[in-house]
């Protein structure tokens, strides 16, 4: 499976207008977002959440779910003026 960004797997990167990224301290590896969003995450070999290409085929109210659903609050989302969409 192809990444977004092979070089910031994790992130930040673009979907839509919006920059999102995942706090590599934070995951646990719990999987939440994959369940969620399968097409936008994977875990690395360290089980940390990274991006798929696929990432953008997912709309950004899915992937604002998966954040909701995430127990650490790892997934951050910021819009296109930097303001924080999730978590607030
Ligand atoms: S739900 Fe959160 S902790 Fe779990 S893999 Fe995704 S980003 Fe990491």
Redesign the pocket.
């Known amino acids: 499976m192809k990444l977004k960004d092979p070089k910031n797997p994790s992130g930040p990167v673009k979907i839509g207008k919006y920059k999102v990224w995942?706090e590599r301290d934070?995951?646990?590896?719990?999987?939440?977002?994959?369940a969620i969003a399968p097409r936008a995450?994977k875990?690395d070999k360290d089980?940390?959440?990274i991006f798929l290409d696929s990432c953008d085929n997912e709309s950004i109210e899915t992937i604002v779910d998966?954040a909701r659903?995430?127990?650490?609050?790892?997934?951050i989302i910021e819009d296109e003026n930097d303001k924080r969409i999730y978590p607030k």
């Open positions: 995942i934070l995951c646990i590896g719990a999987a939440t977002c994959l995450y875990l089980a940390k959440a998966s659903g995430c127990p650490t609050a790892a997934i």
